[in-house]
Structure formats: C-alpha cells, structure tokens
C-alpha cells in the first residue's frame, strides 16, 4: 500500500450538504470561543472540561456524518469503478480513527 498525498481525489458535495456541514463547523467553532472566554474568564475547571468534551462529541459526530457519506458516496462509486485502491484508502482511515 502507497501513502498518497489526501487531497489527490475531491468529493463533490451539493448545496445542502455543504450548508450542513459549515453550518455544523460553525457551531463547533463557537463552542471552541465560548470556552476561550470562559478561561478567559476563570471559570471553573470542571465547567471547562465539560465544555470540552461538548466539542469533542461535537467533531466526533460531524466525523461520523462526513465517515458515513464517504462510505454511501465516494466508496461505492470507486469500487463500482474497479478502484480496488479505495480499500487500502479506507483500511488506512479506520487505523487513524481507532489510535
């Protein structure tokens, strides 16, 4: 198996899913601020943790959702196409997300 550079495929994404997504990165960045303030702030330890792990669940779930459309979308049509690589692509991906 070859490590190739990640950005040598695209996914075309429509409007909705785009939206869906940045919108979902938008929340995820107002988290991340409002924890900024509440160091900031001094706000108490167990509060900031909690917040963190709201974050954390957060990309975890966005995660799921864009790991879920890769499946459906880009790995069906890739080996529909004879694109046996994308396994390699795919085994490579479950090795970083169970580190």
């Known amino acids: 198996m070859k490590e190739e550079n990640c950005c040598h495929k695209k996914t075309k994404r429509g409007v909705a899913e785009k939206k869906l997504i940045t919108n979902r990165l938008n929340r995820i960045s107002g988290q991340v601020n409002g924890i900024k303030k509440m160091i900031e702030n001094d706000a108490y330890c167990n509060d900031v943790l ?3 792990k709201a974050v954390e669940n957060s990309v975890q779930s ?5 790991l879920e459309n890769h499946l459906y979308n880009c790995v069906t049509r ?14 490579s991906l479950f090795k970083r997300f169970n580190k």
């Open 78 to 91: 890739d080996l529909e196409n004879g694109e046996l690589d994308t396994i390699d692509e795919l085994i």
């Open 50 to 52: 909690i917040q963190l």
């Open 62 to 66: 966005l995660s799921n959702h864009i």
